[in-house]
């Protein structure tokens, strides 16, 4: 059983990120990365689940959500930038779990992934769908039902599985494969299309802070369950609210920051990753954080935060100023910012399919590269179209807090990876070197399962089933196929 817990040679790793000819293409600069980032990060966050979160579990103290989830974010995004500079290799957490705690934990992370960057994918898909539909709608456009949802809804009170008399989520599916196909074409050609569209969506989200911070009125706070008008809930009978719906709500809109990881999933392709890295993943998530915070904010404070569970929670913040003339505005900068989110996020998960596959834990056809456009197309097409499939049948509100644990997960993996990787190869070159490593990276960890404890039983058992499903993969394919020649010993 030795070769489960071997480690991957950090000289392979760097000889891979430099196998220019025939591997992925280095064309990403600083700012590219950064609004890799900024494009993943700017865009459910903000336009679908800030709502959500509010009227659900945390009221006006989602702002206090969102900052606990920027504290996480940056105490893990210290670890990531030291792994990602150390270690320029596409695949994130998964290769530095390969690098520091060995095949099998390797494995069960980039299954974790999979699960994290598909269905975040499907989500936002759903999410693109909604804004869609009422934009089209505000100009006279009407879809019908039966074509922007799936046929079946998840009723989390009871538990169900409900039939909606509907076919499937035709925008959200066509979405994926607009996006799938401008993928295959090249990443610099994606990239250069992300950057035009994170410049819209920062308008837009710069102009509805602008326009509402003067119109914020604390009365807003003033709820039934909130007669004080409390910047904190009370407590209800069901634990939301109060601190500990601060705490849950941080896990909900956890969802909102998986972009600056992702960012790391694009090393192999940075044109200078020792430096790059570093400025890619703590410049996106510090712009992000600040802007979460402020839209929050004002968002709580023009509407009543009981009103707030909606698909389109912004285009309701702007119909309460009775700025009518924004609506449209707003709900196309969401359109763009949530088509940036899936772009993002179905790019990171060929990436990490990548890395699996060139180390014989998957199939080659996922990383197998276009001569001409050195992406991985063919597995490329294969996800963006499994991922178009889930989106056309899936309802939202069963893979959020999903997404979010699988993210957490990768973070303690990559915190505690940083602090074995100090331990085993201390005289390793690391270009950026996490700061007060041994006090940073266990508070990352520990922040990181906190957020995971927060969430429901249900998620944790759904997360249990597919890592299952995965530990059958890995000794029914993965471990038998594995490159062995490129371990260590453990």
Same mark, same amino acid.
């Given at each position: 059983?030795?070769?489960?817990?071997?480690?991957?040679?950090?000289?392979?790793?760097?000889?891979?990120?430099?196998?220019?000819?025939?591997?992925?293409?280095?064309?990403?600069? !600083?700012?590219?990365?950064?609004?890799?980032?900024?494009?993943?990060?700017?865009?459910?966050?903000?336009?679908?689940?800030?709502?959500?979160?509010?009227?659900?579990?945390?009221?006006?103290?989602?702002?206090?959500?969102?900052?606990?989830?920027?504290?996480?974010?940056?105490?893990?995004?210290?670890?990531?930038?030291?792994?990602?500079?150390?270690?320029?290799?596409?695949?994130?957490?998964?290769?530095?779990?390969?690098?520091?705690?060995?095949?099998?934990?390797?494995?069960?992370?980039?299954?974790?992934?999979?699960?994290?960057?598909?269905?975040?994918?499907?989500?936002?898909?759903?999410?693109?769908?909604?804004?869609?539909?009422?934009?089209?709608?505000?100009?006279?456009?009407?879809?019908?039902?039966?074509?922007?949802?799936?046929?079946? !809804?998840?009723?989390?009170?009871?538990?169900?599985?409900?039939?909606?008399?509907?076919?499937?989520?035709?925008?959200?599916? $066509?979405?994926?494969?607009?996006?799938?196909?401008?993928?295959?074409?090249?990443?610099?050609?994606?990239?250069?299309?992300?950057?035009?569209?994170?410049?819209?969506?920062?308008?837009?989200?710069?102009?509805?802070? !602008?326009?509402?911070?003067?119109?914020?009125?604390?009365?807003?706070?003033?709820?039934?369950?909130?007669?004080?008008?409390?910047?904190?809930?009370?407590?209800?009978?069901?634990?939301?609210?109060?601190?500990?719906?601060?705490?849950?709500?941080?896990?909900?809109?956890?969802?909102?920051?998986?972009?600056?990881?992702?960012?790391?999933?694009?090393?192999?392709?940075?044109?200078?990753?020792?430096?790059?890295?570093?400025?890619?993943?703590?410049?996106?998530?510090?712009?992000?954080?600040?802007?979460?915070?402020?839209?929050?904010?004002?968002?709580?404070?023009?509407?009543?935060?009981?009103?707030?569970?909606?698909?389109?929670?912004?285009?309701?913040?702007?119909?309460?100023?009775?700025?009518?003339?924004?609506?449209?505005?707003?709900?196309?900068?969401?359109?763009?910012?949530?088509?940036?989110?899936?772009?993002?996020?179905?790019?990171?998960?060929?990436?990490?399919?990548?890395?699996?596959?060139?180390?014989?834990?998957?199939?080659?056809?996922?990383?197998?590269?276009?001569?001409?456009?050195?992406?991985?197309?063919?597995?490329?097409?294969?996800?963006?179209?499994?991922?178009?499939?889930?989106?056309?049948?899936?309802?939202?509100?069963?893979?959020?807090?999903?997404?979010?644990?699988?993210?957490? !997960?990768?973070?303690?993996?990559?915190?505690?990876?940083?602090?074995?990787?100090?331990?085993?190869?201390?005289?390793?070159?690391?270009?950026?070197?996490?700061?007060?490593?041994?006090?940073?990276?266990?508070?990352?960890? $520990?922040?990181?399962?906190? $957020?995971?404890?927060?969430?429901?039983?249900?998620?944790?058992?759904?997360?249990?089933?597919?890592?299952?499903?995965?530990?059958?993969?890995?000794?029914?394919?993965?471990?038998?196929?594995?490159?062995?020649?490129?371990?260590?010993?453990?």
């Amino acid at each position: 059983m030795k070769s489960l817990w071997a480690c991957k040679s950090i000289e392979v790793l760097r000889s891979q990120a430099e196998e220019q000819p025939r591997g992925l293409k280095r064309s990403l600069s !600083a700012w590219d990365l950064v609004a890799l980032g900024i494009g993943c990060i700017i865009g459910a966050g903000i336009f679908v689940l800030s709502g959500h979160a509010a009227a659900t579990t945390a009221g006006p103290a989602v702002v206090l959500s969102f900052l606990a989830g920027a504290f996480v974010c940056a105490f893990a995004g210290l670890c990531y930038t030291e792994m990602a500079s150390a270690v320029p290799v596409a695949g994130s957490a998964y290769t530095y779990a390969y690098a520091t705690m060995g095949q099998f934990v390797a494995w069960m992370i980039g299954w974790d992934l999979v699960l994290e960057y598909g269905l975040a994918a499907t989500t936002v898909a759903i999410g693109w769908s909604g804004y869609m539909v009422s934009f089209l709608k505000s100009f006279g456009v009407v879809i019908p039902a039966a074509w922007t949802q799936g046929p079946v !809804a998840f009723d989390a009170a009871t538990s169900q599985w409900q039939s909606t008399g509907a076919l499937f989520n035709l925008p959200a599916m $066509l979405i994926l494969l607009v996006v799938t196909a401008l993928l295959a074409t090249g990443t610099r050609e994606s990239v250069r299309v992300n950057a035009v569209i994170v410049a819209v969506k920062l308008t837009v989200v710069i102009a509805f802070i !602008a326009f509402g911070i003067g119109s914020v009125d604390h009365a807003n706070w003033v709820t039934a369950g909130n007669p004080t008008g409390a910047f904190i809930p009370p407590a209800d009978a069901q634990g939301n609210f109060g601190w500990p719906g601060v705490l849950t709500g941080a896990g909900v809109v956890f969802f909102a920051y998986i972009g600056f990881d992702a960012v790391s999933c694009a090393a192999q392709e940075a044109k200078n990753p020792q430096r790059d890295m570093v400025r890619g993943i703590m410049g996106s998530l510090a712009i992000c954080s600040v802007l979460y915070g402020l839209v929050a904010y004002v968002l709580t404070g023009v509407v009543a935060y009981d009103k707030l569970n909606v698909p389109d929670p912004i285009a309701v913040g702007v119909d309460a100023l009775q700025l009518f003339w924004l609506a449209p505005i707003i709900k196309l900068g969401a359109i763009a910012g949530l088509t940036t989110v899936l772009l993002v996020l179905v790019l990171a998960q060929t990436r990490i399919f990548y890395s699996m596959s060139r180390d014989g834990l998957l199939p080659g056809i996922f990383s197998e590269i276009h001569p001409k456009q050195r992406t991985p197309f063919k597995s490329t097409l294969l996800t963006g179209g499994v991922i178009a499939l889930l989106a056309g049948v899936l309802p939202m509100g069963l893979v959020v807090e999903l997404v979010s644990i699988g993210t957490l !997960a990768a973070f303690v993996v990559v915190c505690i990876g940083v602090l074995v990787l100090r331990k085993t190869r201390p005289d390793m070159p690391r270009p950026f070197r996490t700061p007060a490593v041994n006090f940073v990276a266990p508070v990352g960890a $520990l922040a990181a399962f906190a $957020l995971m404890a927060g969430l429901p039983a249900d998620t944790w058992i759904r997360l249990l089933i597919w890592l299952l499903i995965g530990v059958v993969i890995y000794f029914g394919y993965g471990r038998r196929h594995a490159n062995a020649a490129e371990l260590t010993k453990p």
